[in-house]
Each structure stands twice: as C-alpha cells, then as structure tokens.
C-alpha cells in the first residue's frame, strides 16, 4: 500500500527559507517571526483551483479524499509556495459565483411550486398562496445570509491571516452532490431539485479548522451529501423513523442503525468542538494563548488529541520541559538549528550562573526538548505518523497481572480489577520510518548542519516519539477501540431489543400467566384477548400439593376457555414447565389442548412495583402485576415492552460497561423506531405506548389522552392539531405514525351520518380541501371549518403521510380507484395493472414526486385495514412437552428459539432448561434466511432455527450447537 500523499512529497535539496511555521507552536514569538513561520508550510497547504468543472462519473460510495495542489518535485529542486498571494481573489469570485447559484435555484423552486400548485387543486392554493409566498421569500433570504456567511471563511489550519481566506478553497463541496435529486424544505412531496454546488457546507454553531461533512463522512464510511442531508434533517428536529420513512431520498436508502450512527458520531464531534472552545477561552483568561496554539487546537478532532495539545497550559501545571526551555531563552537555538544551522554555535548560549544553561550539555537538552515539543504538536508530522500506523499491524497486547479466579469479559475490566496490564505495540519498522521520513522531509534543516547538531535532532526524533508521541498514539488508540466496541455492543444490543420488540403477537386468546416460585407459590393471572384481567391467583405447585392445584387450575382454564399456558423463566421455571407438560401428556385438561411457552420474565418484578404498573392496576398486589405483564409479553409484545425500561428487558452484552447515557439513547431510539413503525391506533392506545410515537414525548401523550376523553375519540388526523402542546413540528414527525380505524369512527358517527356511503362520498370530496399548514389551530374555530375537520378521511388509516394526501388522491385518480377501495383486492389489482402498464419512475415523473414517496403511498393503499407487519415476524414457540438436558445426544437436531446474539455467538432456547450456544463461526450467510434483512449479525432474538448438537458438558451445563437453518 503507498503512503499517503503528503509523505510523497521528497525534498532533498536547498528548502526556502521559511518553511518551519510550527517551530512557533505553543510561543510567544515576535511579530517577525510569526510571519516567516506563516510562510513554512508543507506545499500541500498551496490553494486547489475552483474552475475544474465537477466530475460526470457516477458517485462511488466512499468519496477518496480531496487532493490539494501538490507541485511536482524533483530531486534537488526547491519548494516554493507562492498561490498564497492570490487566494482572496479567488474566494471573492467564488463566493459571488455561489451567491448568485443559490438565488438562482430558489428562484427555479419557486417557479416549479407555483405551477405545481397551479395544476393541482386551485381552492386549496388559493388559500395557501401567501403562505407559501411568505415560505419561500424567507427561504430566499436565508439562503442569502448563508451565501453572505460563506463568505467569512473559518479559521485556516495554518498560522497567518492569509491562510484564512485559503481555507474556503478547500471547503467540502464535492461536484458530484448537485446532481442528486433531492428534496428541500419547500418541496415537503418530494420534487426533485438540484442543489448549488455547495450545497455540502453546513454552517456550524461551532466553528472549527475541519469540515464536519467531511471528518463525519470519514468515520461513518457515508457518501458526504447523505451525511449533509442528515445533519440539515436533524438540526430540523427530524426524529430517526420519519426520516427513514418518509424522507429516504435524501438519505439514500440507510437503514435506521446507520442512520443512529451518523446521529452519534455528530454529536460526538459537537461535543469536540465545544470542549475545544470552551478550553480555548480559559487559557485565554490566564493569558497563555498564542496564535499558533490557537491553531493547534483548532486542529484537534478528537477529545485525547486536544488533552495532548492543551495539557501544559491547564490551571495549576507546572509546566513541559519543553516551556521550562522556553523560559530560559533557547527557542532561538532550536529555531536556528532548523533554520540556519550554519550560524549557530551553543556555545554562545552558556551561563554558567543559571541553571539549565550552565553547561553545553544542559543547552543541547533543552534545544532537544523544545524540538520534541514542536515535533509532537505539528499536524503534519502526526497525521503521517497516523497514517503510518493505519497501514501497518499495531496491535493491544494484555497479559495477566495476578493470579485470578475471576472470568474476564473485557479486556478493559479485566486492566480496571488489575487483573490484566494492557499495553500498545506499535513495531519499530513505524518508529524507523517515521524518523527516516522526519530527518528527510518534514524537519531536515535548511543547509549544511554539523554532525552535533544531527544528533541534538534525531535525539530530539526519537525523544518526541518515545515521550510525547507513542503515549498519544496509545491513548488514540485505546480510545478508538474501546469507543468502537462499545457502539457495537450498543448496537448489538439495539438490534436484539429491536427483534425482541417486533416478535409477532398472538391476538384473538385467552392466555394464562404464570409467575413461578417455590415458598411463595406459582402466581396466576387470566387475561381476556382484550389484555382485560379476569383472574389472579397463587398455586402452590412445589411444596407437596400438586395434584390438588392441578384441580384449581383445571376449573380456571375450563372456565375461561384458556388453552394457552405462558410461563416465566425465572426460578423455578423449570419445575413449573415439567409439572405442566406432565398435565398435558396424560390429557388432564380434556377437552381443552393446553399448549405452553416459556418467556422471558426479566425486567416483570421492575415493572410490577412502577408508578405504571400501580397506575394501570391498582389495588393489584405487585407479585400477581408479573404474572399479568408475562401473558401480555405473549399477547402483545410490543405494548408490554415498552412499560419496562430497555435495559432491563435482558438481550445484549456488557451492558454495565458502556456508556449508560449512550445505551439509553440508542435503546430509547429503537423502541421510537419500533413503535412508531408498528403504529397505533390513536383512539385505543395506552399512554405510555403513545409516548414512544416519534414526534411525541410524556406530556404530549397525556395531553392526547386527556383530549380523548374530553372530546370523544379522534376522527381524523388532523384533530391532532386541537392538542395541547402538539405544534407544527410534533405533528409532522407523528402523524404519518398514528392510525385512526375507520369501522370504529363509522360506527362512532353513525348518527351523525345517514349512511356509511355518505361518509365515503364526505371523505373523498374533503381529502382535497383539507390543506395541511403549518399554523398552529386556534381555540375558537368557525362553524364551516370545525365541520370540515370533523370529516373522517379513510387515508388517515394508512402509512401515508398528510403531506402527501394530495399526491395520493392523484394517484387514485389515476388508477380510478377510490378510497373505500383501500386495502381491498380489487385495489391491489388496479395498482398492479397501473404499474405494469407506467412504471414507477414515469408515474413518479408525472405525480411530481419521488419514487419512495410513491411507494409509501402505493403500499398504504395496498395494505388491508389494521396491516401489521410483525406477522411476519417469528410466534412464540408452544410445547406440550419436554426435554432433559441428559436426554440429548451428539448429532441430535431440534428445533429452538434464539435468545440473545453476542458478537462471539448465539445463544438458543432448546427447552432443555439451558441455552445452547452457537458459535458465531458457524453462523454462515448460507445458512440465513435470504427473505430477511439483517445487517451485522444474521440472527436476533425471538427467531426460530434448526440445530444439530455438536458437543454437550454435562457438568458445566454447556451444549455446543451448529446452525442448520433458519425456520
């Protein structure tokens, strides 16, 4: 692999004079100096020409870095950087250029949205024609203000005031961008439009020396107009599922992990960059920053890179060795060494009455340290050392530090109980030619240096490496590693409560919970297919009065017509499970066919003692909540999940070893994601499940409820705009999420209706001229517009968002269908016809809008009423029997349930009592189901597969399993 390109650049002749900038690093030199240092740069700081036009090639995923203008060299030759001088005339005709592109654009938006507009429905336009006037001529002027601002370039990387105009030329603008068809904020259907060329650059609250477009794209692997896109959606308060349903052009397609990713690792930088400003200001308050300082710092993408920069000048440090150094008067020595080595002579530096210049000997280890310094804070020198090390193997070494009996599961909690001593190698090939790369290139002295002052530099090389910069290295390091895997056990554990939370539910039944427990007995409780309690009670199992329960609970299943046991895993779930598969063999329960499954309980005797749970069943003792909350696991997972904080549903790995704030913000986000793509019914749901609706929060949720119960339930969506606290931007994010069943307003209305035919023909003429604003409604209404709103709409039972309503009536025009056609056969037959015959591009084409608009709008037309796509999903898996442990043999194949899935393997409930483990080596993509999407690992909990037995220890309770298949 070639060396990055700044570690191309081979200088072995006469170098200019000034091109050490960062020997001033971290000083207070003379305004003299500060100029010559301003000017010694490595050449590809040289500005890049803005008049190449922009590639035609397609965008490649993974855009290669920006290449600056680096001069070809030849041996012998001289640098000489001179495209300085005229970099603000350039800036000055780009900026202008950009100007005039974006007013330009908004002025083509405007004519496209007024004929759109024009074509559709003129009522409604008429209406909102100064609204949308008023919308764009504000969008007008602010993308002026950012044209203006571009014009103020951000601080340079380089020391100097005309570095800072050059920093605009190397903005992230990649040509490519443009030519993506892309949705803006007045365009909300989707109506492609080409953005300005440097439509990437986003204005950030923090200004820092790098582009947060770039450095994001960099370490989320993302093409940089998706990372723009996503950092505009999200400084618009998008949520995560409404952007990734209702806005995936613009985000091309990423699945909802990446997508939260993205969201960390910019939030991540944010956190970056308000450190660096904020420290900024407090080495100002004492008096110590200087220009170059301020640069370094600046510089700084990552929280360790700024503790090395900022370290010698916090509050109450005594100082480096390389500012002792300083002090005494020898950066002149080490700048002289550099610069003009034939003038210097130590000697003229010795004062034999102060120490540290007393003799020769001090004076050459102070000039050492002071170049150290210099060596470990240029950008240069450390990104080549980075890049050096990123093409060869470093690797983390640990040994045991004490003899132990404890199991280590990471590597830092084992250093952490020092148990472990962990340590960075990095090989001496990196150290040796880093050094060789330094001496040639980067810090070789500008003409004939005498062997003792080669010496002073390279013992200043291999000082800087061994003091400053390896333990940097290692602190990167470590930091990377552990902050990469701990996002990947948060996502891990992100992926497993998604799979848990989407486990398809078992509707229309009457279930029976069963707590387990030994002393105080089995806890009961028989709920109804409507989640509604009809039972509770205690059976004492395990403690010598089996069969005279086994009466009790024969009388209760028979008398609730119940013949689906669920049981919980906790202690004594094996006993209980026995004692029922016991009953059911032997055909105790006739005529009922009892079934059972286990579930998991983790995270019930939490919920049981909430102020929701007392809420929710009061009166209730906590013991009999469980047994309550197991059956509703079954019956509706999602709904009951969700009760329970997601850390404490049990699926995941060291989970006490992350980030807590970080854990609760992707599992938060997941149970968000999952929800609100569930949807619910808004005129049945609980409050706590309408409180994980995107867009909505506590208060906002119980504010819907408390309007439901006062006003009577919602007929159509947008009634929502009536709720208390429920602006322009809640609605949007939620509205899409939340469905209103169109039989239950039919027959809430029927006597207000003649017919439900006249409530058809009503929705259809009033879905136009419905006009969904961003004004927020009013407490008093006039008579004809609360009529209006009172109108139930059949769409409002689908996916699509209001936005779309109109594009979707369009639409249905188009196939000549109409909404009381929704969800029926015959509408799927028309839309498959209309498709065949146009095609998705062209019919999008016509309608104004995207194809994944379209999409949305033809799958909520496709879908039957009450659609819930967990159906695909894996069921729980009945028993009406049982396996021991001792009973398996090698080779034996059965069928079980994944539990939970780690990095190093997954484990599976076989009903043996124990999970067996499948190593994640034999997890192989040609044993994955092919219909389903997964991203990392192949499997999550709650799928069914099939497994052979490779290996069983019976002492140790461990069965060793294969992957067969996936069910």
Known sequence: MSLPRRAKVQVQGVVPKDEFSSCSELSSASEEDDKEDSAWEPQKKVPRSRKQPPPKESKPKRMPRVKKNTPQISDGSEVIVKEELNSSVAIADTALEDRKNELDTVQTLKTAKTKRKCSAQPHAARRTKKLKVDEETSKASNLEGESNSSETPSTSTMCGGTCKMEENEDDFTFGQSPLKKMKTE????????KFPANANNIKEEVEMNWDIVQVLSERTNIEPWVCANTIRLFNDDNTIPFIIRYRKELINNLDADSLREVQQTLEELRAVAKKVHSTIQKIKKEGKMSECLLKAMLNCKTFEELEHVSAPYKTGSKGTKAQRARQLGLEGAARALLEKPGELSLLSYIRPDVK???????????????????????KDTLDFIRNLCQDRHVCIQSSLAKVSSKKILAINRGENLKVLTVKVNISDGVKDEFCRWCIQNRWRPRGFARPELMKILRDSLNDSFKRLIYPLLCREFRAKLTSDAEKESVMMFGRNLRQLLLTSPVPGRTLMGVDPGYKHGCKLAIISPTSQI?????VYLHCGQGFREAEKIKRLLLNFNCSTVVIGNGTACRETEAYFADLIMKNYFAPLDVVYCIVSEAG??????SPEANKEMPGLDPNLRSAVSIARRVQDPLAELVKIEPKHIGVGMYQHDVSQTLLKATLDSVVEECVSFVGVDINICSEVLLRHIAGLNANRAKNIIEWREKNGPFINREQLKKVRGLGPKSFQQCAGFIRINQDYIRTFCSQQTESSGQIRGVAVTSSADIEVTNEKQGKKKSKTAVNVLLKPNPLDQTCIHPESYDIAMRFLSSIGGTLYEIGKPEMQRKINSFLEREGMEKIAERLQTTVHTLQVIIDGLSQPESFDFRTDFDKPDFKRSIVCLEDLQVGTVLTGKVENATLFGIF?????????????????EAKLSKTKKRRSLGLGPGERVEVQVLNIDIPRSRITLDLIRVL
């Open 186 to 193: 007045t365009c909300p259907q989707g109506q492609p439009v």
């Open 356 to 378: 540290g210049l007393s003799t020769l000997q001090d004076i050459e280890i102070g000039v050492q340290h002071i170049l150290a310094d210099m060596i470990a804070k240029d």
């Open 534 to 538: 009809l039972h509770t009670d205690v």
């Open 604 to 609: 019930a005797s939490i919920y049981s003692v």
């Open 908 to 924: 599976v409930d076989i009903g043996v009592g124990k999970s067996g483990l499948i190593p994640i080596r034999n997890v192989t």
